[in-house]
């Protein structure tokens, strides 16, 4: 028997050896459930935005088709919704859509709108209320997005007018009220004019700036100019974006 | 003469190391196991998001839908889609017309004889609420333009479609 290595030793040895292996299980254990427990979460999170891309093309798409007269009936909640009647629309035929409407509104000459198109519910100095109609038809329609606590803003870009902030068109102007469900960011979006011009701020690229995670569909508006006795087209961009807040009513969140 | 303790055998003394080493190696199995299902439990969910935004993208293709559109769509494309993917489906189509109101039981949405228009890959009489909800199903909803106020009207308000994918 070796006196260096006595029998007890090395039995002691041997468990020792047995508890380190275990140990070393326990850790590796560990790690799986940890990998494990996070498998999965990026795909999870890219199929949320897809449903979410999805929806607001659906939108966008039943705005095409969604008529005047059928969204007289909606009440909005007028703390988001300020300065909101929607039974302007309720005499309007029923051919007529909430796009036509708001391609008559979008499509001011420029004799009576020398600083550009304004979204403000008239065509020329008639009244075209169409961005009554999509305010009132985009707070019906992005309901089930706005009770899960997600804000939207909705803008229409002037291909015509390109601007250094934002390359794909001048924001039209929204005077008085925005498309939006946000009242800080109805507020920020307010326009202002400078030297002259009217400057009205991208509410999206706002909220982009603010940090928030922006989500955004766009898609080609058309709109046909009879003026002048020609027909020219002009291009704009029909744009919403989403972004999830925890903006209250009532003191904003504080 | 030195007393020899804790001397058993050669064999012996290497038995109370066995302990630990068979309960880190049924540790270590045991471990594995788990994970496996989770992962599969977790890639099956999975498949049944994608197979649901799948059909998500057929049934929105247009802003507008009729009840004859839905059954058409639903003979074309929806069923064979639905059968591939080895999922179960309900898609409903309700009209809306004076504005959205969410039903606090959203067992309501599964009940196919109650929807305006609906498609699925079984026969309605065998879709039962309760047992879909059971199944913790994925549902999605969307927008979208349906004849109001009546059903013959030509003129359009809001309805919902209501994709409901389960295994």
Known sequence: MSERNPPAKRAQAAVFDGIMFLLLVSLSCTFVFVTVASYGQQEDQVMRSAYMLNYMQSVMKSVYFIDASTISNIKPDATLYPNLDCLK?????????????????VGDPAQTHPLGPALDDKFGTADSPGKTALRCSLEELMKPLSLSGY???SEFLDQRRPTAESPSGKAVTQPETRITNSILFAKLAEPAKQEGQIVQPSGCELAKNA?????????????????????TSNRYIFRICVWQSNETAVGLGR | ????????????????????????????????????????????????????????????????????????????KLRKFGT?????????????????????????????????????????????????AARSPVVLNYPVAVPCPDEGSFTD???????????
């Open chain 1, 211 to 231: 940090g928030a995670n922006v989500l955004s569909v766009a898609s080609p508006f058309r709109v046909i100019n009879y003026i002048g006795g020609g027909e």
């Open chain 1, 89 to 105: 629309t309720k005499d309007y035929p029923g051919t007529v859509s909430v796009s036509d409407l708001v391609k008559r509104d």
């Open chain 2, 1 to 76: 003469m030195v007393a020899r303790r804790a001397f058993v055998g050669p064999l012996g003394d290497d038995i109370p190391s066995i302990f630990p080493i068979v309960a880190g190696v049924l540790l270590f199995i045991g471990t594995m196991a788990y994970a496996a299902s989770l992962v599969a439990e977790k890639n099956s969910y999975l498949e049944v998001r994608k197979t649901s935004l799948g059909l998500s993208y057929i049934v929105t293709e247009r802003g507008q839908m009729k009840k004859a559109d839905l059954e058409t769509l639903c003979a074309d």
């Open chain 1, 151 to 153: 804000k939207y803003f």
């Open chain 2, 84 to 132: 591939n993917a080895r999922v179960k489906f309900l898609i409903t189509l309700e009209r809306e017309c004076p504005g959205y109101v969410f039903e606090t039981d959203p067992k309501t949405t599964y009940d196919p004889n109650t929807a305006y228009a609906a498609c699925s890959n079984l026969d309605f009489d065998a879709i039962k609420p309760d047992e879909v």
């Open chain 2, 157 to 167: 308000g809001f309805g919902m479609i209501n994709v409901i994918v389960w295994r």
